[in-house]
T-cell receptor, first 118, second 115 residues
């Protein structure tokens, strides 16, 4: 079974600084998708960024970027110029490839609580 | 605006009672999902449905049941057989036309507390 590990239960960063959240995963598949979701205090999950495993180029969305290391099965999220609104739980997720009978959902890590200090 | 509506937002239940959580989406998505979230546990998949009148068990389906009679609706029943039902429940949906990279859209969640 695929697993997703986020080794940092909590991270703290000063406003305007850069922070990196780590994520590793375990899979025997060669083609898959990875996601970072944000869960603010409202508790609604919001997609931050996604990465296709077959693409070598790291995905970027404004202040958010990833460092995808396929061989190491690592998928870290970098947040630049941190803002107070970035404070939230961040979840790394992996998509199991649909093969007609397998689970068609996301496998989530346990999350990292990001604190932004003003 | 399109989205996913979960109700109720907060629910209290006595032990031994079944309770049904509602999930409705107007995104025209084929696939719908129920996740359970516990502190320090992340999200765990309970049930999912890829098409009307069909659904599959996820990782923690015991003590739960679902139905998918309409494309836009995917209610979750927490039965008295669920040993520890107090949790936060999230419903999500996805367009299968987008393929595997299609993101999941989430509702705002329902908080169930068993007294």
């Amino acid at each position: 079974a695929q697993t997703v590990t986020q080794s940092q239960p909590e991270m703290s960063v000063q406003e305007a600084e850069t922070v990196t959240l780590s994520c590793t995963y375990d899979t025997s598949e060669s083609d898959y998708y990875l996601f970072w979701y944000k869960q603010p205090p409202s508790r609604q999950m919001i997609l931050v960024i996604r990465q296709e495993a077959y693409k070598q180029q790291n995905a970027t969305e404004n202040r958010f970027s990833v460092n995808f290391q396929k061989a190491a099965k690592s998928f870290s999220l970098k947040i630049s110029d941190s803002q107070l609104g970035d404070a939230a739980m961040y979840f790394c997720a992996y998509r199991t490839p649909y093969s007609g009978g397998g689970a068609d959902g996301l496998t989530f890590g346990k999350g990292t609580h990001l604190i932004i200090q003003p | 605006d399109g989205g996913i509506t979960q109700s109720p937002k907060y629910l209290f239940r006595k032990e031994g009672q079944n309770v049904t959580l509602s999930c409705e989406q107007n995104l025209n998505h084929d696939a719908m999902y129920w996740y359970r979230q516990d502190p320090g546990q992340g999200l765990r998949l309970i049930y999912y449905s890829q098409i009307v009148n069909d659904f599959q068990k996820g990782d923690i389906a015991e003590g739960y049941s679902v139905s998918r009679e309409k494309k836009e609706s995917f209610p979750l029943t927490v039965t008295s057989a669920q040993k520890n039902p107090t949790a936060f429940y999230l419903c999500a949906s996805r367009s299968r036309d987008r393929g595997l990279d299609g993101e999941l859209f989430f509702g705002e969640g329902s908080r169930l507390t068993v007294l």
